[in-house]
Every structure is written in C-alpha cells, then in structure tokens.
C-alpha cells in the first residue's frame, strides 16, 4: 500500500539555521506530493506540492523537490525563523481520492 | 473569507452522548473528507463524499455516521461517545478527483470525551 515516512522529531533548530526534514514514499503509480503545515493550536495549511517528477514546489521560502529515482520529497529553507515552529507533515495522493500522511516532524525555532 | 469551516472548534462532552460537527465549504469543490488526527497527530482519513455520494470509508466504526446534504456541506455525527474518539476532526474539500488536486482543510474541531 502507499506510504510515507518522514523523519522522527522533534527538531529544535535556532534562527536562520538551515533546515532540511527528510521524506520519502512507496507508491503504486505516479503520485502527487504536498508538505502541509500545522502551528500551534491551528489547522492543515498546504505549504507546497508537486504533482510530477522532477516538479519543485517553493512557498514561503520552502522547497522540496520531486525525486522519482529515489521516492523523495524532502523540505529544506536555507534560514528559519521563529515564527516557523510548526508540525509540517508530508503527504502523497496517489489517485485514490485520499492524503496518505507521514507521522510529521514538529520543529521548534529558538531565538 | 473562510473557505473550509467546522463548527465547534471546541467540544468537551460526556462519554455515552451523541455529538455532531458541522462542516461547509465555499470553494465550489465537489469532494469533501473527514480526517482524524490521534493524540501522537497522526492524521488517516475517516470518509470521503464525492457530489454527496460516500466514496471511502476507512473502516471506521458504525457509530461514524457522515451526512452530506449537498456538495458544500458535510456533517460528522458520532452516537455513544467513547474516551478513545478524543481526537481533532479535520474536514476538508478538493476540486474533484485526480491525485494533482489539492486538499484544502478547515481548523480542525477538538473532541475531547470526559
């Protein structure tokens, strides 16, 4: 069946560090891949997608590109910032109708 | 303009009631879900509603019941409460079917069973 496995949090970066949050996939077919983001006490909000491979998608100064040689979508920002604590969760929607989630990685920015 | 809302965003309720969340969406979107998300925040999908006809069904239990009086609305409805259905429910809508269309979420209602 389809799955996603994210990397085990939390993650605890302090301001302007780099950030990268490791995602990959098993899928039947050719799925589409979303990062959603949850803040504190709030809901989903879609971050970015990418629906082919070799897609990149980018917002807010997210990235995480489409990899079918190796069944990855991984999140980076080059500088993060507070306000960006936050459980981001990976996603895959391979046609069935429904989001296939990862276990999400919370992240915690220090000042 | 809220494109997906739920209503309560909070409910604390005995174990036993019967409960409802409301759910409606503005976006003209013709499939709409259910989500839960557990204590650890692992988010599965409960049901999905597709121009008012159930489309998946996540083996959820028959005290579950989804109600989608048309597109834009689809209510959760769940008899006997258990300690174990605290949770946050999470509806949402996307366009239609295709795996490139985007699932849009509303705020999340938070059920706690006491």
């Known amino acids: 069946g389809n799955s996603v496995t994210q990397m085990e949090g939390p993650v605890t970066l302090s301001e302007e560090a780099f950030l990268t949050i490791n995602c990959t996939y098993t899928?039947?077919?050719?799925?589409?891949l979303f990062w959603y983001v949850q803040y504190p006490g709030e809901g989903l909000q879609l971050l970015l997608k990418a629906t082919k491979a070799d897609d990149k998608g980018s917002n807010k100064g997210f990235e995480a590109t489409y990899r079918k040689e190796t069944t990855s979508f991984h999140l980076e920002k080059g500088s993060v910032q507070v306000s960006d604590s936050a459980v981001y969760f990976c996603?895959?929607?391979?046609?069935?109708?429904?989001?296939?989630f990862g276990k999400g990685t919370k992240l915690t920015v220090n000042p | 303009d809220t494109a997906v809302s739920q209503t309560p965003k909070y409910l604390v309720t005995q174990m036993g009631n019967d409960k409802s969340i409301k759910c409606e969406q503005n976006?003209?979107?013709?499939?709409m879900y259910w989500y839960k998300q557990d204590s650890k925040k692992f988010l599965k999908i409960m049901f999905s509603?597709?121009?008012?006809?159930?489309?998946i069904n996540e083996t959820v239990p028959n005290r579950f019941s989804p109600k989608s009086p048309d597109k834009a609305h689809l209510n959760l409805h769940i008899n006997s409460l258990e300690l174990g259905d605290s949770a946050v429910y999470f509806c949402a809508s996307s366009r239609g079917q295709g795996n490139g269309n985007t699932i849009y979420f509303g705020e999340g209602s938070w059920l706690t069973v006491v």
């Open positions: 899928a039947t077919g050719y799925p589409s």
């Open positions: 509603y597709n121009n008012k006809e159930l489309i």
């Open positions: 976006l003209g979107h013709d499939t």
């Open positions: 996603a895959l929607n391979s046609g069935s109708e429904k989001l296939v």
